[in-house]
């Protein structure tokens, strides 16, 4: 039975891709890029567009900002206010940031995101990240970010307290009632005195509840930490996996785990990163691909990973695997997208894989790329998958949208219609 999926676009809202062909078009600090992208997303039906972020320009590989700043990597604007735009041009997509529980003080993501919510008629999401690069710790005053597994401990009592923030105001607190000139009942609008052992706040949030309640919490760690953090908090994961087999093992754990811990499994989505070649012909498809992996650019890659993981990879020798031992305090997920996968891959192959912003390869016609996802989410065991795209590929969003969306909407493998205003209706839907 054809089982229908959801999609997302995924990007940075960054410099990176300024050397793609179709650089040109647009200017990546301008608004009108970001308002095209989520009008073409909209019409084709995806649940929503999701920028990654990271709020610093990293100086992991070789110790310095140099590598990254001569590239344009990790060069970004802000995500929020970017987000503001494209619901401003836009009235069904869901609309997410990646923000940092490691960085971000809780009362002002709880009303960044409260705002975004309120603005957007409930099309908010929060893929809450606990970074991983001690730069962006720095420039948010720390020395250092905490241990791996204590900055979820950390998140967990931060998802509390925002929660606590956005319930705040009952949903029936706002009355606006002009006889009696009341604007909301006092007796419903609460502080909030937390107290916890990393965060303290006040409240209420001097904004009345949010269209949906609490915007939609996306996770990308996929640690046993980060797992368990997802179980918790979670209403959807994202992962990057490089095998069918590795998405089914990932898909299978959390699932289970959701279960144990007393929680419908279909209550948390799991999309995967997918970034389809097309071509006309196979062949052509193919050498698209052999095109790309001759221009991916393996420094920038291993800079990437290095910003990634936290270790400087250019100390590594390129010709050999990566140690089994490699003391991660980054994002040990990314690790585990190479060490679970192939283990015999060297690191100037890895190196490659991540030039090319690469993870689960598909290369094909579009009607062959549509039966490869297919086949991938019942295998998998996926409910959806986002498309890993540069932000100012345009011409890579409109082949998306154009000739690979409409043949998986003729196959019913997405949707042709929106089921709600808000991005909770859309995404627990089906
Ligand atoms: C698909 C995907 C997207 C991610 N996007 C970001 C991001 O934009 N910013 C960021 O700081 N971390 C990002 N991460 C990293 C994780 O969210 C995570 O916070 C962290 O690095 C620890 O992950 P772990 O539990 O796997 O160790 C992403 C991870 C994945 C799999």
């Not at 344009?72 to 529980?101: F, K």
């Not at 009341?182 to 949030?205: E, W």
């Not at 996929?222 to 179980?231: E, L, W």
């Not at 949707?415 to 209706?425: F, V």
Request: net charge negative; hydrophobic share 40%; with cysteine.
């Amino acid at each position: 039975m054809v089982k229908m999926l959801h999609f997302a676009w995924f990007g940075a809202p960054g410099a990176h891709y300024w050397n793609v062909p179709s650089a040109g078009i647009y200017d990546w600090r301008r608004g009108d890029l970001y308002m095209d992208i989520a009008r073409l997303c909209e019409r084709a039906f995806m649940d929503m567009v999701l920028f990654a972020d990271i709020p610093a320009i990293p100086a992991t590989y070789g110790d310095s900002n140099d590598h990254y700043v001569k590239h344009g990597l990790e060069v970004h604007l802000d995500p929020a206010p970017i987000l503001a735009m494209m619901g401003g041009a836009t009235r069904h997509i869901g609309l997410g940031a990646t923000l940092s529980t490691s960085l971000y003080p809780p009362f002002l993501l709880a009303r960044m995101m409260g705002t975004l919510d309120h603005l957007t008629g409930g099309r908010s999401a929060w893929n809450v990240v606990t970074s991983a690069n001690a730069t962006a710790a720095q420039n948010f005053g720390q020395n250092e970010l905490p241990e791996h597994d204590e900055r979820y401990n950390i998140a967990d009592e931060y998802l509390d307290l925002v929660r606590r923030l956005w319930d705040s105001w009952a949903t029936d607190a706002v009355l606006e009632d002009r006889e009696r000139n009341v604007f909301a009942d006092p007796a419903k609008v609460k502080p909030i005195h937390f107290a916890g052992k990393y965060f303290r706040s006040r409240g209420p949030l001097n904004l009345p509840a949010l269209p949906q309640r609490h915007p939609v919490i996306i996770m990308a760690g996929t640690s046993p930490r980060g797992q368990q953090f997802a179980v918790t908090n979670a209403d959807m994961v994202i992962a990057h996996k490089n095998s069918v087999q590795d998405m089914r093992a990932y898909s299978t754990r959390l699932r289970n785990q959701l279960t144990a811990a007393g929680r419908d499994p279909a209550s948390c989505k799991v999309f995967f990163s997918i970034k389809p070649v097309m071509g006309d012909t196979p062949a052509m498809a193919q050498e698209k691909w052999a095109q790309n992996y001759e221009k991916a650019d393996a420094e920038s890659g291993l800079s990437y990973l290095s910003a990634m993981i936290g270790i400087d990879f250019s100390k590594y020798d390129l010709d050999k695997p990566l140690p089994p031992d490699l003391p991660v305090q980054g994002m040990i997920g990314k690790l585990l997208q190479y060490t679970e996968a192939k283990k015999d891959m060297t690191l100037r192959e890895i190196a490659k894989h991540e030039g090319m912003h690469e993870t689960f390869p598909i290369c094909g016609t579009p009607e062959q790329v549509a039966d490869i996802i297919e086949q991938t989410a019942i295998e998998g065991g996926a409910d959806g998958f986002h498309f890993r795209v540069k932000v100012g590929d345009f011409q890579y969003l409109t082949e998306i949208v154009t000739k690979l969306m409409p043949i998986l909407q003729r196959r019913g493998l997405a949707r042709t219609s929106y089921a709600g205003p808000t991005l909770r209706e859309n995404l627990f839907a089906f």
